[in-house]
């Protein structure tokens, strides 16, 4: 292996990948398996994580799962004993669990707002602090990907979606990103987020049927829709050695869409 291939491996390293059962999250697991990391995923769903590792297991991945609501703080406290308990430490940290809820926002439920919010952004940061307080800054390493998206860099055409809950929740993690590199920099910790674009996923679906998934790919430069490999590259660059002097950025990864 020559020391530039090398500089990707991630042979020996731990991973837990939040929202791991499907779309992003499991290509992401992935990307990381294939080269080599020892992984935990973790969905609200037990059939679907099963199914999950089946996958990842028959690309010769070694996974393990825990059912968990990273919305609820009791379930994040079972997560991060479980994360200790099986993986020993953690070394990358995948924040990819999220929701979204479409409504005006003139008449945008509380509930809705809370349960975004309370999913995007209070149950990532209670995780993080615990992964960080008791694996990576004891261990003086530690590398974290948040999933942020295109919809945290602006606002949303008319006649688009009408999401602002989801759409601050994604603007608070940019720079949730930016504040944390700064200061857990010191334990040599990195600290990057990824913006996706319009990926089909099941999350997605609904947004892209509603627009018309012709109609996004117009808006496109790239005049495609993020497909299943598309976040697997710059994954691997944030998690592996090769990205080690690269934290606190925001890489879109959306085909030139907020570049226009």
Avoid: C
Wanted: hydrophobic share 45%.
């Amino acid at each position: 292996m020559t020391a530039t291939r090398k500089m990707f491996d991630l042979d020996g390293r731990t991973a837990l990948i939040t929202g791991g059962s499907r779309g992003l999250g499991l290509q992401m697991a992935e990307a990381l398996g294939d080269y080599g990391a020892r992984l935990l995923i973790s969905a609200r769903k037990s059939d679907e994580l099963e199914k999950a590792q089946a996958h990842l297991k028959a690309r010769g991945i070694e996974v393990d799962w825990v059912a968990a609501d990273a919305g609820k703080d009791e379930s994040i406290n079972t997560l991060a004993d479980a994360a200790l308990d099986k993986l020993g430490h953690v070394d990358i940290l995948i924040n990819n669990a999220g929701a979204s809820w479409g409504a005006a926002a003139e008449d945008y439920p509380l509930e809705a707002w809370d349960k975004v919010l309370n999913l995007n952004m209070r149950g990532l940061f209670l995780l993080t602090q615990q992964i960080g307080k008791r694996s990576m800054i004891p261990r003086k390493h530690g590398r974290i990907i948040n999933i942020a998206s295109i919809a945290g860099l602006r606002g949303n055409p008319p006649g688009a979606m009408k999401t602002i809950a989801y759409n601050t929740s994604k603007g608070a993690l940019i720079n949730f990103t930016r504040a944390l590199a700064g200061e857990w920099g010191a334990y040599g910790i990195t600290v990057n987020a990824l913006a996706p674009g319009f990926f089909p996923t099941k999350m997605s679906q609904g947004l892209i049927d509603n627009i018309g998934a012709k109609t996004l790919i117009a808006m496109t430069p790239l005049q495609r829709l993020g497909d299943e490999e598309d976040l697997k590259g710059a994954t691997l660059l944030f998690a592996s050695q090769a990205g080690k002097h690269i934290s606190g950025q925001i890489l879109a990864v959306d085909g030139g869409v907020s570049a226009v």
